[in-house]
């Protein structure tokens, strides 16, 4: 296995991916193109909404030639492993960003969840994209009082200065919390809105001209720039692209080596869980978070046939950092978390304790976090003419398309950052480079 973040050939396949989509492993052609004026590195949902939006909207007669590399198959890293769920942080996130920081930057980053949430459920009803998207109600469920009341005391806060995202989360205790919840134990729970789409962005691209390239991992971009050209190393050749978008996640820093330690490569679990067919048991049609302490969780979201998608097991996979931090091979399980779900279901919810439920499917896949806990977004410091679109934390279901269209406005349009409605704390810079202080690891 590479010494520097890499995919790895032999990935687990997620239960997203069990049905291949004709894109899954594309070549627009049988050699690159020579010559582009934009290549994005990284076929996720970060590479394939970059290349929608810079698309979108353009004259044919003028649009910028754009190359999408991916060393995988389309989809296959952290848009593969995820949840399913577009799941804004309302609940935890904003007291403590207000603490953090202030009230109005807390209530930038919360209105900017719900946009993204309300502008990816526009753009499915928009385009009629074929996807299992619904609006429905998430909900934090909490079994230590301890847990919910610092909470609930800064949501509480935040509603006295006229918040207006705070009012956004219903809160609930004791019976009323274990009655609405379904959830065995439960003392609290906050509940907000939530939706459970990214092949579709990638066809619309390819539609309009977009060369899509798996299997076609990219090794280097050279140091400086030739005439005005960065050269992209693959394994198939070298493309001259005028513009380079990192959209490489959790395996940027080999290929972008100022990004090391800045944004690392995270390794996470998830699962598909069902019941035999005519198991009697109750639909979920929320979304959850069950918190287990602090930063320790798991997340789930019902499917359309009754079954979960659950991931997340960190209080067996955080105490163990070797298993997660700086780890980039999904190729294997993460051993102690392999069996955590086995019986999630009837040791959760009420009515699923004869259910039969089980696991399908159970999977790992890669994720980028970041040292200071926010995404790097805009222009590379001192490369003219490269662009990173990386480093989500595991929530890029929630940042994503709107931070997409964001910097599309940049890189089209040459927009600078502070208009472009991405919000301040993802803005890329020097100074964050810079910053040796690692959050991740506390």
Same mark, same amino acid.
């Given at each position: 296995?590479?010494?520097?973040?890499?995919?790895?050939?032999?990935?687990?396949?997620?239960?997203?991916?069990?049905?291949?989509?004709?894109?899954?492993?594309?070549?627009?052609?049988?050699?690159?193109?020579?010559?582009?004026?934009?290549?994005?590195?990284?076929?996720?949902?970060?590479?394939?909404?970059?290349?929608?939006?810079?698309?979108?909207?353009?004259?044919?007669?003028?649009?910028?030639?754009?190359?999408?590399?991916?060393?995988?198959?389309?989809?296959?890293?952290?848009?593969?492993?995820?949840?399913?769920?577009?799941?804004?942080?309302?609940?935890?996130?904003?007291?403590?960003?207000?603490?953090?920081?202030?009230?109005?930057?807390?209530?930038?980053?919360?209105?900017?969840?719900?946009?993204?949430?309300?502008?990816?459920?526009?753009?499915?009803?928009?385009?009629?994209?074929?996807?299992?998207?619904?609006?429905?109600?998430?909900?934090?469920?909490?079994?230590?009082?301890?847990?919910?009341?610092?909470?609930?005391?800064?949501?509480?806060?935040?509603?006295?200065?006229?918040?207006?995202?705070?009012?956004?989360?219903?809160?609930?205790?004791?019976?009323?919390?274990?009655?609405?919840?379904?959830?065995?134990?439960?003392?609290?729970?906050?509940?907000?809105?939530?939706?459970?789409?990214?092949?579709?962005?990638?066809?619309?691209?390819?539609?309009?001209?977009?060369?899509?390239?798996?299997?076609?991992?990219?090794?280097?971009?050279?140091?400086?720039?030739?005439?005005?050209?960065?050269?992209?190393?693959?394994?198939?050749?070298?493309?001259?692209?005028?513009?380079?978008?990192? &959209?490489?996640?959790?395996?940027?820093? @080999?290929?972008?080596?100022? $990004?090391? *330690?800045?944004?690392? =490569?995270?390794? +996470?679990?998830?699962?598909?869980?069902?019941?035999?067919?005519?198991?009697?048991?109750?639909?979920?049609?929320?979304?959850?978070?069950?918190?287990?302490?602090?930063?320790?969780?798991?997340?789930?979201?019902?499917?359309?046939?009754?079954?979960?998608?659950?991931?997340?097991?960190?209080?067996?996979?955080?105490?163990?950092?070797?298993?997660?931090?700086?780890?980039?091979?999904?190729?294997?399980?993460?051993?102690?978390?392999?069996?955590?779900?086995?019986?999630?279901?009837?040791?959760?919810?009420?009515?699923?304790?004869?259910?039969? &439920?089980?696991?399908?499917?159970?999977? @790992?896949?890669?994720?980028? $976090?970041? *040292?200071?806990?926010? =995404?790097?977004? +805009?222009?590379?410091?001192?490369?003219?003419?490269?662009?990173?679109?990386?480093?989500?934390?595991?929530?890029?279901?929630?940042?994503?398309?709107?931070?997409?269209?964001?910097?599309?406005?940049?890189?089209?349009?040459?927009?600078?950052?502070?208009?472009?409605?991405?919000?301040?704390?993802?803005?890329?810079?020097?100074?964050?480079?810079?910053?040796?202080?690692?959050?991740?690891?506390?």
């Amino acid at each position: 296995m590479s010494e520097t973040p890499f995919p790895v050939p032999n990935a687990i396949t997620p239960y997203w991916r069990k049905e291949l989509h004709p894109l899954d492993s594309h070549q627009s052609s049988e050699t690159l193109p020579m010559e582009q004026d934009i290549v994005i590195i990284g076929a996720g949902y970060s590479g394939a909404a970059l290349a929608y939006y810079l698309l979108d909207g353009t004259d044919p007669s003028s649009r910028p030639t754009v190359t999408i590399l991916e060393a995988r198959q389309a989809c296959s890293g952290a848009t593969a492993r995820n949840g399913g769920h577009v799941r804004p942080d309302l609940y935890a996130g904003l007291p403590a960003r207000a603490k953090r920081y202030d009230q109005e930057t807390a209530d930038e980053m919360a209105l900017f969840e719900l946009a993204n949430l309300h502008a990816v459920r526009d753009l499915v009803q928009e385009k009629e994209i074929d996807c299992d998207f619904r609006m429905t109600t998430s909900m934090a469920v909490l079994r230590d009082p301890a847990l919910a009341k610092p909470i609930k005391e800064g949501l509480d806060e935040l509603l006295q200065w006229g918040s207006p995202t705070a009012k956004l989360v219903h809160y609930l205790e004791g019976k009323e919390a274990a009655t609405f919840s379904g959830v065995k134990g439960a003392t609290a729970v906050f509940s907000f809105q939530a939706g459970s789409i990214w092949y579709s962005l990638l066809s619309s691209s390819v539609d309009k001209g977009a060369q899509l390239h798996t299997h076609t991992p990219v090794t280097k971009v050279s140091d400086s720039q030739e005439g005005g050209f960065w050269n992209v190393n693959t394994p198939r050749g070298v493309i001259k692209a005028k513009t380079v978008i990192y &959209a490489s996640n959790g395996y940027t820093s @080999t290929i972008l080596p100022e $990004y090391k *330690n800045r944004i690392i =490569p995270v390794r +996470g679990i998830c699962s598909h869980v069902g019941a035999p067919d005519g198991a009697e048991h109750p639909h979920l049609p929320m979304t959850y978070s069950l918190r287990h302490g602090t930063n320790l969780y798991d997340y789930q979201v019902t499917r359309p046939d009754g079954s979960v998608v659950v991931g997340g097991a960190r209080t067996e996979v955080i105490p163990r950092v070797k298993e997660w931090y700086n780890v980039w091979d999904d190729s294997k399980l993460i051993e102690p978390a392999a069996h955590y779900f086995d019986d999630h279901m009837q040791r959760n919810f009420r009515g699923w304790e004869n259910s039969g &439920a089980k696991v399908n499917s159970i999977w @790992t896949g890669i994720m980028g $976090y970041t *040292n200071d806990t926010y =995404p790097h977004v +805009g222009p590379v410091p001192s490369k003219p003419g490269q662009y990173i679109c990386a480093g989500f934390n595991g929530h890029g279901m929630s940042f994503i398309l709107l931070t997409a269209r964001g910097l599309a406005k940049i890189v089209r349009d040459g927009v600078p950052f502070s208009q472009s409605g991405v919000p301040r704390l993802f803005e890329t810079s020097e100074r964050r480079l810079q910053e040796e202080k690692n959050e991740l690891l506390g």
